[in-house]
């Protein structure tokens, strides 16, 4: 189990450990590469290792979005990405954000769950957005990823 002492704080400086967490998220780092510079980035530090990223951009008026969340992979299940998720949205709210979406895919049975266990409703269905964007196909939960379910959340 992941002792307490975990910390959330910003973060600037992209390191090849922050990627390899990003790319778990996003296995484009093109697309990684397109929001990163513009990204609100926060990591999750336990005892100096870094065990999380989420990241945030604007979107709409008084509208972000969380674009990428990762946990690493031996700490999965242990609560640390709804921690992730609480933060992003207090931190949204501080800032005076009024709504925060979130996207993934539709074979992405966790994530939806844990999306929606924190508030997160189901908005709408960029058809083909995984066959469209990504040169390889994705395969997920033994289906090819195609479509991406977008919900959000009112704070
Ligand atoms: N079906 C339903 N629920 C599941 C499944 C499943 N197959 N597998 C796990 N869960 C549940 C767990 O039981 C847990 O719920 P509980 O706490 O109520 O028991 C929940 O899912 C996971 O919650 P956490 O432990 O808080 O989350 P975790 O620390 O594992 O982080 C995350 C979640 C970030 C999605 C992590 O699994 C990860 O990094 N995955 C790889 C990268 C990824 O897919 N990122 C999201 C892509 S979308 C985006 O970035 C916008
Ligand atoms: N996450 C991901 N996959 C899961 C989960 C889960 N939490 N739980 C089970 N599965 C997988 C199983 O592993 C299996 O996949 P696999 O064969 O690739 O391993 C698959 O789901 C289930 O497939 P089957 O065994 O063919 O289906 P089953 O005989 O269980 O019937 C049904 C499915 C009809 C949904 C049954 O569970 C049921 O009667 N549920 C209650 C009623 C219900 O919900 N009906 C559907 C409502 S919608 C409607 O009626 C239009």
């Known amino acids: 189990m992941v002792k307490l002492d975990t910390k959330i704080v910003a973060f600037h400086k992209v390191t090849s450990a922050h990627y ?3 790319l778990t998220a996003d296995p484009s780092k093109e697309i990684v590469d397109s929001y990163l510079d ?3 980035k926060f990591e999750l530090i336990n005892c100096g290792k870094l065990l999380g990223v989420i ?3 604007d979107t709409r008026p008084k509208t972000v979005e969380i674009v990428n969340i990762a946990v690493d992979e031996s700490v999965q299940n242990q609560g640390l990405g709804e921690k992730l998720l609480h933060f ?15 996207g993934t895919g539709s074979t992405s049975f966790a994530q939806l769950y844990l999306y929606q266990k924190c508030g997160f409703r189901v908005t709408n269905i960029d058809r083909n957005f995984f066959v469209d964007n990504y040169p390889e196909p994705i395969i997920e939960n033994k ?4 479509d991406m379910i977008r919900l959000k959340k009112s704070i």
């Open 20 to 22: 390899n967490l990003l």
């Open 38 to 40: 513009r990204a609100y």
């Open 143 to 146: 289906l090819v990823l195609k």
């Open 55 to 57: 990241l945030l951009i």
């Open 88 to 102: 992003a949205l207090n931190w949204a709210k501080e800032q005076y954000y009024s709504t925060v979406e979130i």
